[in-house]
T-cell receptor
Framework: NAGVTQTPKFQVLKTGQSMTLQCAQD?????MSWYRQDPGMGLRLIHY???????DQGEVPNGYNVSRSTTEDFPLRLLSAAPSQTSVYFC??????????????FGPGTRLTVL | AQTVTQSQPEMSVQEAETVTLSCTYD???????LFWYKQPPSRQMILVIR??????QNATENRFSVNFQKAAKSFSLKISDSQLGDAAMYFC????????????FGKGTKLSVKP
């Protein structure tokens, strides 16, 4: 049981390049989400999914795309990277987020720098 | 929209002493969940403690306890017998009952522990 895994751990991009941040979980969780963490800003929700084929926007979705073709995977795509997307990205998952005892599990994060 | 405020960007505590981290939130909802997450230098987000708003009893987890004041919309974290390993960023987070799991985070408090 690997929990929530993210790849890569670090990435440097040039402005305008595209890339996909990978997130996978092996806990059969229905809910998955992406957050970004900027200095002094806490974590902010980018996109989330409540099951395969279902995605929705969070607080800061501009510049990012997501899809959920399987329960296990929830990739985050940057189509044309901008310096404002320099951040640490976290993926999280949980089994039943509306239940009071549900726990969200976070991945180790990806540090992305856009030059 | 709900907001979470952590008014202490940095705090310091002597090893073995007690420290309290503050968190206030704004919501019009009557039922919700509150959380404290710890983020050590490794970047991993670790759930410290949770509180259901409908429960009057304050949650406790070993050396960690909360002071939940629903009317004042306050949710402080008390760490007793502080240890060097407690040094980390601490984030307060809010989750609506119907939010499908999405967390709203405060900006965090950096806790230092002096030996």
């Amino acid at each position: 049981n690997a929990g929530v895994t993210q790849t890569p751990k670090f990435q440097v991009l040039k402005t305008g390049q595209s890339m996909t941040l990978q997130c996978a979980q092996d806990m059969n969780h229905e809910y998955m989400s992406w957050y970004r963490q900027d200095p002094g800003m806490g974590l902010r929700l980018i996109h989330y999914s409540v099951g395969a084929g279902i995605t929705d926007q969070g607080e800061v979705p501009n510049g990012y795309n997501v899809s959920r073709s399987t329960t296990e995977d929830f990739p985050l795509r940057l189509l044309s990277a901008a310096p404002s997307q320099t951040s640490v990205y976290f993926c999280a998952s949980s089994y039943s987020p509306t239940h009071s005892t549900d726990t969200q599990y976070f991945g180790p994060g990806t540090r992305l720098t856009v030059l | 929209a709900q907001t979470v405020t952590q008014s202490q960007p940095e705090m310091s505590v002597q090893e073995a002493e007690t420290v309290t981290l503050s968190c206030t939130y704004d919501t019009s909802e009557s039922d919700y969940y509150l959380f404290w997450y710890k983020q050590p230098p490794s970047r991993q987000m670790i759930l410290v403690i949770r509180q259901e708003a409908y429960k009057q009893q304050n949650a406790t987890e070993n050396r960690f306890s909360v002071n939940f004041q629903k009317a004042a919309k306050s949710f402080s974290l008390k760490i007793s017998d502080s240890q060097l390993g407690d040094a980390a960023m601490y984030f307060c987070a809010y989750r609506s009952i119907g939010s499908q799991g999405n967390l709203i985070f405060g900006k965090g408090t950096k806790l230092s522990v002096k030996p």
